[in-house]
């Protein structure tokens, strides 16, 4: 039976976060933070943030995530869990241009992320949700767009029991996928819901007690 390990990409396998990093680069701070600001939901967010980045090279936006360092044993981590029989999978709400990129150099099994619109090298602004973050029958809250609607659908097209799952994220977004993993680790989180919802928490940039709890499963 599949063992899945799902890792968010943004603070968690990377010291720092894709959106805030670019915004910084590309100057659209403020139109950010106003954006995270307004009381919308989920989709308009989604789309008005990845407007700002419309016009953008895909090559500036690799340039990005390049220099955002791993967190030092990231990949060795990976590696180590993969050699214990875990699938592995990077869960970010990101773009797929940049999460596969972090994907290819920890060697992930997959990545799932939200699918950037890209035309003559270009990013036009648009943005697609992907429907394995959209809510279904069998999903555990109510939220429109949620990592825990990823983990209903694993958890029951694969056949796989949730004790067969562990999720390692930092943020509010990652709440329903900890929260309803088998084992679920919150990671250098400043998130005071999340940290009582994880089993576990992680409060150095290491993967090395993640290594020691799956050991001693």
């Keep these: 039976m599949k063992k899945y390990a799902l890792f968010d990409m943004d603070n968690t396998l990377l010291q720092g976060r894709f959106i805030d990093t670019a915004a910084e680069k590309f100057s659209f701070e403020k139109e950010l ?27 500036k936006l690799l340039e990005i995530i390049d220099g955002i360092p791993l ?8 590696k180590e869990i993969k050699e214990l029989g875990y699938t592995i999978a990077i869960v970010s709400d990101s773009y797929d241009v940049v999460v596969e990129e ?5 060697e992930a099994d997959f990545c799932f992320s939200n699918t950037i619109e890209i035309a003559e090298g270009k990013v036009t602004g648009k943005v697609n949700v992907p429907s394995y973050f959209l809510k279904r029958s069998d999903s555990t809250c109510q939220h429109e767009i949620c990592k825990g609607h ?9 056949r796989v029991p949730k004790e067969h799952i562990i999720s390692v994220g930092d943020s509010e977004n990652d709440i329903c996928m900890i929260k309803n993993s088998g084992i679920g680790i919150s990671f250098c989180s400043t998130c005071d819901e999340l940290n009582s919802s994880a089993s576990f928490q992680i409060t150095k940039k290491s993967f090395a007690e993640l290594i020691d709890l799956i050991k001693g499963i």
Aim: net charge negative.
């Design 33 to 59: 933070q106003v954006i995270r600001n307004l009381e919308i939901d989920s989709f308009q967010r989604t789309n008005r943030i990845s407007e700002l980045m419309k016009g953008q090279a895909v090559d």
């Design 71 to 78: 967190i030092e044993d990231a990949a060795d981590t990976i």
């Design 102 to 106: 972090v994907g290819r150099k920890v």
């Design 150 to 158: 990823l983990l209903a659908k694993l958890m029951s097209e694969n």
